[in-house]
């Protein structure tokens, strides 16, 4: 299969691993693999704050790069929510709608595409730790994603997985919101982080870089020793 | 910024650094959510159930004028009064009036939120009566002068300690750490409220149309109490609390216990119909319904948000958001607090004093996953944002989103942007917790990724 992979921006820019270890996993599974060097960003930043106009500004270029692509598997549940959940809405009524919902049908999350359309779920990994799965908001509950990425996991050699109380929970991040109201932001992480400790684990696992990436910044800060793990880092057998 | 996002800001800044705060509301949630899980595997189909309710609720308000009209006319028939009153001012008027004409002294009221939106209790003082809330944890609220707390559990950010030295301070009763004592103290204040009392006010979780009854639901027996002893009973309620029929209970009753509490029911459910008929030797002698719309209407003129308006105020929300687990009900300033409250209050109270609450929000959708009414509560965040970018947007945000999209669209602009990113991390690390930090809304509390030395497009450019 040709697989448009779309790495968002900010794993581009932080989390380039993430990515690669995509590109990897794909291409062992037999699959071709292409990303496209134009699209950068799904607009969602700009969408989450009201500014329409101006998230249409991103979301059309990244409409017109991927028009052709046969499947488009992304990095992020919450950058493929943008993609399946609200460009529909986006553009509902103007002369894009078609592109838009056409794209939504094609696109899929990582963890949703290995096991719900390849039908994949045992990766051949390793990884010989305690882990606990953190359930990123919009991939659960606008993508309805719960149990690829633990079909995934279970999977994996020497990997014990353990549930916590809070996995589906918000971790505070929300994009922007993160900025705007980091008092409410850390409180959140800082449960969240509290949850995930408590099952003994030694990571804290997520198919989503973004809520890694406050999560991460608050356990780094708080020099606190679980860690945080993309999904597809795990996976990857090397 | 508004006053009340201000107040927002700042009341938000200094509540989610009490971690005993923090630990009271999410341990008493944690219980809450356990209690009602059970309670829904009761259900044979919880979403189903769900689905019923909404298409009940979207059938009672897309044609609320209908049942609005029948509702009235069945009450009037059993000669019930009923005040239909387009505005806080009003309601809060047609109330004193009837206060005034059946010249009472003592009130007594069970809970009613929509008693807080019209500020009641205060317009009532002020006129110099004695209204005493009857549900526990409003007398609770009402003892420290401060409104509910939660739609439902008004008290619950309180601890026994603090409740028993509540009651020592202003009942003059002992010290005690036991729920029952604390009850019997507040139960015996209450009894004789409820004899002295000549006018008793409650609110309604349902209207029915088809009957003309307003169904109370409670776990006290106070809204018993409240409307069965005085002689005038007054009823306010919102005009959005309409179910076609009586049958309809048969679902919304458990569904509300259960979303709401974590019961299969609530303790008491009583239905009123009328006030005392001839030859019957209790209840009111008289009975007003007051029907409130306060800028409902608009909610209802609004295609998208419309739903809002089937809410039950269970609470499920409220309980399920990790905002309103972390900044508490009194953060909020509104008087329904919670996802809720931050849907409603920019229609009922103004969108750009109130759009903040629907920007404090991530979006996570906990709040629509467990309204039992399937209001798209988190989505009608992203309209209000949507909104009130539309009717005054920021300017500054504006460029900023700008130049984010040509940024990103333009690929050399993008590379350049990373590699400035990667230049000024030493700088940015040294100037990281001082008020010179561009990100510290992120680094006061968090670590900050630097920007990878290779990223992923440069990476696959050099695979390649």
């Known amino acids: 299969m040709n697989i448009t992979l779309f790495i968002p921006c900010f794993v581009d820019t932080c989390f380039p691993e993430v990515g690669r270890h995509m590109v990897r996993i794909l291409e062992r599974l037999g699959h071709r693999v292409t990303c496209p060097e134009a699209v950068a960003c799904c607009g969602q930043p700009a969408f989450n704050s009201g500014y329409w106009d101006e998230a249409r500004q991103v979301a059309g270029k990244t409409l017109h790069h991927l028009r052709d692509a046969e499947a488009v598997v992304i990095a992020s549940g919450s950058c493929g ?60 509950r606008e993508l309805g994603i719960k149990s690829a990425p633990r079909k995934l996991l279970e999977k994996v050699r020497d990997l014990e997985l353990v549930e916590m109380t809070d996995a589906e929970t918000c971790c505070g991040f929300g994009g922007t919101f993160a900025a705007k109201f980091p008092m409410i932001s850390t409180a959140m992480g800082e449960v969240k982080c509290a949850s995930a400790a408590d099952t003994g684990a030694e990571y804290m696992v997520s198919n989503d870089s973004s809520c890694l990436m406050h999560l991460q910044g608050l356990l780094s800060r708080q020099s606190k020793p679980l860690k945080t793990i993309h999904l597809a880092q795990i996976l990857d057998p090397q | 910024m508004s006053i009340a996002a201000q107040q927002f800001l700042e009341a938000a800044g200094s509540i989610t650094r009490n971690l005993r705060h923090r ?10 959510e356990a209690a009602r899980d059970r309670k829904k595997s009761a259900f044979n189909d919880w979403s189903a159930a769900r689905q019923s309710a909404a298409e009940t609720k979207w059938d009672a308000i897309n044609h609320l004028d209908t049942y609005l009209a029948e509702f009235a006319s069945k009450l009037e028939a059993r000669g019930t009064k009923v005040h239909w009153c387009p505005t806080e001012p009003e309601a809060r008027d047609t109330i004193r009036g009837i206060i005034r004409d059946s010249q009472a002294r003592c009130i007594v009221k069970s809970k009613a939120m929509t008693a807080e939106e019209i500020h ?27 409104p509910p707390y939660h739609i439902v559990f008004p008290a619950m950010h309180l601890t026994r300690d603090e409740i028993s030295d509540l009651f020592e301070r202003e009942l003059g009763s002992d010290p005690t750490r036991e729920p029952e004592e604390l009850t019997m103290i507040a139960r015996r204040a209450l009894r004789r409220k409820y004899l002295q009392a000549d006018v008793g006010i409650t609110g309604a979780n349902f209207a029915i149309a088809e009957t003309g009854m307003v169904s109370i639901t409670e776990n006290e027996g106070n809204a018993r109490l409240t409307s069965a002893l005085p002689r005038v009973m007054v009823t306010l309620l919102g005009i959005e609390k309409v179910l076609p029929k009586l049958e309809d209970l048969a679902l919304f009753l458990p569904l509300l216990a259960t979303a709401g509490a974590g019961q299969t029911v609530t303790g008491y459910n009583t239905l009123y119909g009328g006030p005392r008929q001839p030859g019957e030797s209790d209840g009111p002698v008289e009975w007003h319904v007051v029907l409130l719309d306060n800028r409902r209407t ?40 919670g996802p809720v409250g931050s849907v409603i209050t920019p229609h009922l109270r103004g969108l750009q004093d109130w759009k903040h609450l629907s920007n404090a929000s991530s979006l996570c959708g906990a709040c629509t996953e467990a309204c039992p009414v399937k209001i798209d509560l988190h989505h009608h965040l992203l309209q209000n944002r949507r909104n009130a970018v539309g009717d005054a947007p920021s300017w500054i945000e504006r460029v900023a989103w700008r130049a984010h999209a040509f940024v990103v669209n333009t690929p050399a602009l993008y590379q350049f942007a990373q590699e400035v990113g990667r230049i000024v991390e030493p700088l940015r690390r040294r100037l990281q917790g001082t ?29 390649r």
């Open chain 1, 81 to 140: 929510a943008m993609l399946k959940v609200f460009y529909p809405q986006l553009y509902e009524g103007r002369p894009e709608a078609d592109a838009a919902r056409a794209l939504s049908e094609r696109t899929w999350e990582f963890s949703d595409f290995l096991v719900n359309r390849l039908g994949v779920t045992d990766l051949g990994a390793r990884f010989p730790a305690k882990v606990t799965f953190h359930d990123g908001c919009h991939g659960l």
């Open chain 2, 23 to 32: 630990g009271l509301i999410q341990t008493a949630l944690r219980k809450y």
């Open chain 2, 120 to 146: 009641l209790n205060e317009a009532l003082e002020k006129d110099g009566f004695e209204v005493v809330e009857s549900d526990l944890g409003e007398f609770i609220v009402q003892l420290r002068q401060e």
């Open chain 2, 298 to 337: 608009e909610l209802l003129a609004d295609p998208e948000q419309r739903d809002a308006l089937h809410c039950i105020r269970c609470g499920a929300c409220l309980n399920v958001c990790p905002i309103f687990r972390n900044v508490g009900g009194h953060t909020y300033g509104t008087t329904y607090s």
């Open chain 2, 435 to 463: 008020p010179l930090d561009p990100a510290q809304s992120w680094t006061r509390t968090r670590d900050l990724p630097p920007v990878a030395g290779e990223s992923f497009k440069e990476w696959w450019r050099n695979r």
